[in-house]
């Protein structure tokens, strides 16, 4: 049996391990994401961290589940696994969220009531004082520094912590197509102009927008040969998700899980049999979230990743259940003429009072500190 509840004071935290673990708390990892509604994204989802660790973990079975409840109900879920870093020239035990560079965004799961904010803290305490004190640091990579349950809570984890700005995560928020494009600059809207009329005058040209779980598959098949198609094929970075089995792997179950309840979307533009542009969405509470895009270079002249964009943002937001937001995840530099909008992503290192844990911490905040006060005499030189 995985499940090992202990106590701490009325919140009781159970521990499940690996896959066997995972589908264990199915319906409870459900019933929180369900209160989730407004508040959550799909990684918060139980189907994005079964596929993963079905497909892309290193170690699937090394991963551990932590699970609170409050009278029997479950309030949250943080998902972990442990690893060893080295950092300053010594190793350090740490505890880390799911990580891949085609999951570049984490969370912990957790009821969204202000009532219960002091839960994820509750947690960190518990491991802390856990038997099996085993680890240095807890690393919660990926974060939301606005809008991800811990760092909305921040304030209420205990002990030494540094938050350390990673990355961004770029997103275009409007009403519909007509302001998006009232937005972008009269150079930008004069060439998606040019290009719309290029593209048409081209018979062939169609665009697809496939969420039927019955086309999905056949829609992934184009997606995949256009994304190897440029810079990220065999002759460039070698990169494309085509190329990896078990990135591949990934996607087609990602096609599979969500595309099983509408949240899973693929556009494509076609010039009659070839895919010249494509991009692979996940759906959720009235956002687009855009995992990966493609195009062929070869047709860079028409701007195809443009003008499947600009068609996905003006069918998705006049739809009878409209898109609100097209999360892009990641910067796409190409796509910054559309001037989004874009929260900060951050690493948060939570300390352990272990002695290498504590070093660690002394040394960061050292670093912190130095790093800080080099800016501030640099802005005063200039």
């Known amino acids: 049996m995985n499940r090992c509840p202990h106590s701490i004071a009325d919140l009781q935290i159970a521990v499940f391990r690996g896959r066997q ?89 957790c009821d969204p009531d202000p009532e219960h904010s002091d839960i994820p803290g509750r947690m960190i305490d518990y491991l802390r004082s856990s038997s099996r004190n085993g680890w240095d640091a807890i690393l919660l990579r990926g974060l939301l520094a606005e809008s991800s349950s811990v760092c909305q809570w921040w304030a209420t984890l205990p002990g030494p912590r540094i938050q350390i700005m990673r990355s961004r995560c770029d997103s275009l928020h409007y009403a519909n197509h007509e302001k998006l494009l009232a937005n972008v600059s009269k150079k930008f809207r004069d060439n998606l102009r040019y290009a719309r009329n290029k593209l048409a005058k081209l018979p062939e040209a169609r665009f697809e927008f496939v969420r039927d779980p019955a086309l999905l598959p056949e829609a992934f098949a184009h997606f995949i040969r256009v994304e190897a198609s440029g810079w990220k094929g065999d002759g460039g970075t070698g990169t494309a998700i085509g190329l990896d089995p078990k990135l591949r792997s990934f996607y087609e179950k990602l096609v599979g899980s969500f595309g099983a309840t509408g949240k899973c979307q693929i556009n494509l533009l076609m010039l009659g049999d070839e895919c010249i542009a494509g991009q692979f969405w996940l759906r959720l509470d009235g956002t687009l979230y855009m995992l990966k895009t493609g195009y062929a270079e070869n047709h860079a002249h028409i701007s195809p990743g443009h003008m499947l964009l600009e068609e996905c943002i003006r069918r998705s937001s006049s739809e009878v259940d409209p898109i609100l937001c097209w999360n892009l995840i990641n910067r796409v530099k190409w796509l910054d003429s559309w001037k989004p909008s874009y929260e900060a992503v951050c690493d948060l290192w939570i300390y352990n009072r272990t002695p290498r844990g504590l070093a660690k911490y002394g040394w960061a905040s050292a670093i912190r500190i130095l790093r800080s006060m080099y800016r501030k005499a640099k802005e005063c030189s200039d």
């Open 21 to 109: 673990g995972l589908e264990q708390i199915r319906q409870d990892w459900k019933a929180i994401t369900d209160r989730m509604v407004g508040h959550r994204h799909y990684f918060h989802l139980w189907e994005w961290h079964r596929d993963y660790l079905d497909t892309i973990a290193v170690e699937p079975d090394a991963a551990v589940f932590y699970v609170a409840y409050l009278a029997s109900v479950p309030m949250a879920l943080l998902p972990l696994r442990a690893s060893t870093v080295r950092q300053d020239g010594c190793s350090l035990r740490i505890l880390e969220t799911p990580y891949h560079k085609h999951m570049p965004l984490s969370d912990i799961i």
